[in-house]
């Protein structure tokens, strides 16, 4: 058995910099975006992008089907077993196809009533041009988690990075032949497409030893992907809760003014998602040990690096931001700004426990982890949905923060119950 401190290999900081890396790179991208958009289109249009992206990324967690998570989780499984890893792969991506073009398909013919719900023709718009990107983000998100379950973890920093780069080009693209914003959403199904051929180039699922174990592995990612996407689903939805709810009850104009601030709440929490998407498959192979106390004493280690980054970044970003506020629309910045404190303290909590909040997934335990999330995402819709009417933006912000800090609890609680570790990972049993 591999002692804690192997685990927190030159590989494992090798990972953590190449991903943070390309996290560096999503960031500054999409403030370069955001300020564009606003710069260029007007923070009206700004906020039915946002809308858009919102929409499209909780709409792709039911394109993949929670199948990327069961491939991750079977490729670390396996992943000295050449035979399997080749099955648990193709099979993977064969459902992402079967389930990708339908989700493509329903999303497409929703757009309109979509657009109705958020009371805005451009979002029903610009979520129709995105649609088709369900099906290849799909594919992709599958065959990231192959590479996330062999530690490849180089290659999956580069696709990521790609993507990002390949939305901001064509938004200057739409800016440059002048189409209307809502076209920006197609940004996000040609990003797919680009990405798409180089990521299956890099997994090469074509490749190993054949056997006959197809038919099983099918059965098996169907099995964990149906008890797993309420907690992809969630997940994503989770962070995106605030934007999504004050569509409803709010105008574009304000709904860009709070998502100006979540770009930067969002790139914050993703942090510690970096750390996660690192830690995730040496989770695997921790549980597989049968070892509580060295999960324990590795959990502790990973979310007090966690913290440590994530208070740096978050008062680095804190401080920095008034000063953005002469290079955009007048009120913008201003009007952020308590969103964004109110915010950041929340999530400061939470930091530390995101790089092991999927740990049941890894476990084996999609159902529980869904039902942890469940709980989670609850308890932010309702306080989203008491405090939006009666603050505005003002109440987003508190009611996100509050459901941050909840989530930390109820993870520890999941963790001592179904885990067995007394107390969770901060317990002393």
Request: one cysteine or more; charged letters at 10%; proline letters at 3%.
């Given at each position: 058995?591999?002692?804690?401190?192997?685990?927190?290999?030159?590989?494992?900081?090798?990972?953590?910099?190449?991903?943070?890396?390309?996290?560096?790179?999503?960031?500054?991208?999409?403030?370069?975006?955001?300020?564009?958009?606003?710069?260029?289109?007007?923070?009206?249009?700004?906020?039915?992008?946002?809308?858009?992206?919102?929409?499209?990324?909780?709409?792709?967690?039911?394109?993949?089907?929670?199948?990327?998570?069961?491939?991750?989780?079977?490729?670390?499984?396996?992943?000295?077993?050449?035979?399997?890893?080749?099955?648990?792969?193709?099979?993977?991506?064969?459902?992402?196809?079967?389930?990708?073009?339908?989700?493509?398909?329903?999303?497409?013919?929703?757009?309109?009533?979509?657009?109705?719900?958020?009371?805005?023709?451009?979002?029903?718009?610009?979520?129709?041009?995105?649609?088709?990107?369900?099906?290849?983000?799909?594919?992709?998100?599958?065959?990231?988690?192959?590479?996330?379950?062999?530690?490849?973890?180089?290659?999956?920093?580069?696709?990521?990075?790609?993507?990002?780069?390949?939305?901001?080009?064509?938004?200057?693209?739409?800016?440059?032949?002048?189409?209307?914003?809502?076209?920006?959403?197609?940004?996000?199904?040609?990003?797919?497409?680009?990405?798409?051929?180089?990521?299956?180039?890099?997994?090469?699922?074509?490749?190993?030893?054949?056997?006959?174990?197809?038919?099983?592995?099918?059965?098996?990612?169907?099995?964990?992907?149906?008890?797993?996407?309420?907690?992809?689903?969630?997940?994503?939805?989770y962070i995106r809760v605030d934007v999504?709810?004050?569509?409803?009850?709010?105008?574009?104009?304000?709904?860009?003014?709070?998502?100006?601030?979540?770009?930067?709440?969002?790139?914050?929490?993703?942090?510690?998602?970096?750390?996660?998407?690192?830690?995730?498959?040496?989770?695997?192979?921790?549980?597989?040990?049968?070892?509580?106390?060295?999960?324990?004493?590795?959990?502790?280690?990973?979310?007090?690096?966690?913290?440590?980054?994530?208070?740096?970044?978050?008062?680095?970003?804190?401080?920095?931001?008034?000063?953005?506020?002469?290079?955009?629309?007048?009120g913008l910045v201003d009007g952020s700004?308590?969103?964004?404190?109110?915010?950041?303290?929340?999530?400061?909590?939470?930091?530390?426990?995101?790089?092991?909040?999927?740990?049941?997934?890894?476990?084996?335990?999609?159902?529980?982890?869904?039902?942890?999330?469940?709980?989670?995402?609850?308890?932010?819709?309702?306080?989203?949905?008491?405090?939006?009417?009666?603050?505005?933006?003002?109440?987003?912000?508190?009611?996100?923060?509050?459901?941050?800090?909840?989530?930390?609890?109820?993870?520890?609680?999941?963790?001592?119950?179904?885990?067995?570790?007394?107390?969770?990972?901060?317990?002393?049993?």
């Open positions: 058995m591999a002692g804690t401190q192997s685990r927190l290999d030159r590989k494992f900081l090798g990972d953590s910099a190449w991903n943070y890396a390309a996290f560096a790179l999503m960031a500054a991208t999409g403030v370069v975006l955001n300020f564009f958009i606003a710069a260029y289109f007007g923070i009206e249009t700004l906020g039915v992008f946002n809308q858009i992206y919102a929409v499209y990324v909780v709409t792709a967690q039911l394109a993949v089907f929670g199948i990327h998570d069961s491939a991750q989780k079977y490729i670390a499984e396996y992943v000295e077993q050449a035979d399997q890893r080749r099955s648990i792969a193709l099979s993977a991506i064969l459902i992402a196809l079967a389930f990708g073009a339908s989700a493509a398909v329903i999303i497409y013919l929703s757009s309109s009533g979509i657009g109705t719900i958020a009371s805005s023709e451009s979002v029903g718009a610009g979520v129709a041009l995105a649609a088709p990107g369900l099906l290849f983000f799909a594919l992709n998100k599958v065959l990231l988690g192959i590479l996330n379950g062999e530690r490849r973890m180089r290659a999956f920093a580069i696709a990521q990075g790609g993507r990002v780069l390949s939305i901001l080009t064509f938004t200057g693209l739409v800016a440059l032949m002048n189409w209307p914003g809502y076209v920006l959403g197609a940004g996000f199904s040609i990003a797919e497409m680009i990405i798409i051929g180089p990521v299956i180039w890099a997994v090469k699922p074509w490749t190993g030893v054949s056997d006959s174990n197809l038919r099983h592995w099918l059965n098996k990612h169907i099995n964990f992907g149906y008890r797993a996407i309420a907690n992809g689903f969630l997940a994503e939805s999504i709810m004050l569509g409803v009850f709010v105008s574009d104009h304000d709904v860009g003014i709070y998502s100006f601030a979540a770009l930067f709440i969002e790139g914050l929490y993703q942090v510690p998602v970096v750390v996660r998407t690192v830690v995730n498959p040496m989770l695997v192979r921790l549980i597989g040990d049968d070892a509580p106390g060295e999960l324990r004493t590795f959990a502790r280690k990973v979310m007090a690096m966690s913290f440590v980054i994530f208070a740096i970044t978050a008062i680095a970003v804190v401080l920095i931001f008034p000063y953005l506020a002469p290079y955009f629309p007048d700004y308590p969103v964004l404190l109110t915010v950041v303290i929340g999530l400061g909590i939470y930091a530390a426990f995101i790089p092991v909040d999927f740990v049941l997934l890894q476990a084996g335990m999609p159902g529980r982890q869904s039902l942890l999330m469940t709980a989670n995402i609850s308890i932010n819709i309702a306080l989203n949905a008491v405090l939006i009417p009666l603050m505005g933006i003002e109440g987003a912000a508190l009611a996100t923060a509050i459901a941050f800090t909840c989530s930390a609890l109820t993870l520890n609680v999941a963790v001592h119950r179904w885990l067995g570790l007394r107390g969770g990972f901060v317990g002393v049993g």
